[in-house]
């Protein structure tokens, strides 16, 4: 599996994201900036799929997205049946997102998240892995085309 991982935002997000990254190259993995790079505004559905398609591809392991509330960018991310994107708003939801329902990508809200809570779930959601197990077969179940 690559050691890369996709991060991606909208206006939004942007600020999150920029110190996010920084997180995850102070860990020494690869970081592929899906954008976006500026306070325009842009649309969040662009981004999700972008990274579904980086994901899907195999060029990044997991992924990061962030919008406001993170709520309109991981509905946008759900239609692609590779991707289980799990909007998060504490460590307790980024593990579980992990441990029980193997997420693929962290969601969180840049309008919604402090810095030191999002620093805290991207940690937990990289450190954490996914059981298995029970879960499996529901995760199978989620990750079967409409």
């Given at each position: 599996?690559?050691?890369?991982?996709?991060?991606?935002?909208?206006?939004?997000?942007?600020?999150?994201?920029?110190?996010?990254?920084?997180?995850?190259?102070?860990?020494?993995?690869?970081?592929?900036?899906?954008?976006?790079?500026s306070?325009?505004?842009?649309?969040y559905?662009d981004?999700?799929?972008?990274?579904?398609?980086?994901?899907?591809?195999?060029?990044?392991?997991?992924?990061?997205?962030?919008?406001?509330?993170?709520?309109?960018?991981?509905?946008?991310?759900?239609?692609?049946?590779?991707?289980?994107?799990?909007?998060?708003?504490?460590?307790?939801?980024?593990?579980?997102?992990?441990?029980?329902?193997?997420?693929?990508?962290?969601?969180?809200?840049?309008?919604?998240?402090?810095?030191?809570?999002?620093?805290?779930?991207?940690?937990?959601?990289?450190?954490?892995?996914?059981?298995g197990?029970?879960?499996?077969?529901?995760?199978?179940?989620?990750?079967?085309?409409?």
């Amino acid at each position: 599996m690559s050691d890369t991982i996709a991060i991606a935002s909208d206006h939004g997000g942007l600020e999150l994201k920029t110190l996010l990254k920084q997180d995850l190259e102070a860990r020494g993995l690869s970081v592929l900036d899906l954008g976006t790079n500026s306070t325009d505004s842009v649309d969040y559905p662009d981004f999700a799929d972008a990274m579904a398609e980086t994901v899907k591809s195999g060029k990044a392991a997991r992924g990061v997205l962030i919008c406001g509330t993170g709520i309109g960018i991981s509905i946008a991310a759900n239609r692609h049946p590779e991707i289980r994107a799990a909007l998060v708003h504490d460590a307790f939801t980024a593990r579980m997102a992990r441990q029980h329902n193997d997420a693929n990508v962290l969601v969180l809200g840049g309008r919604t998240t402090g810095p030191e809570v999002a620093r805290d779930c991207l940690a937990v959601f990289l450190d954490t892995a996914f059981e298995g197990g029970r879960h499996a077969r529901r995760v199978e179940k989620m990750s079967r085309p409409g």
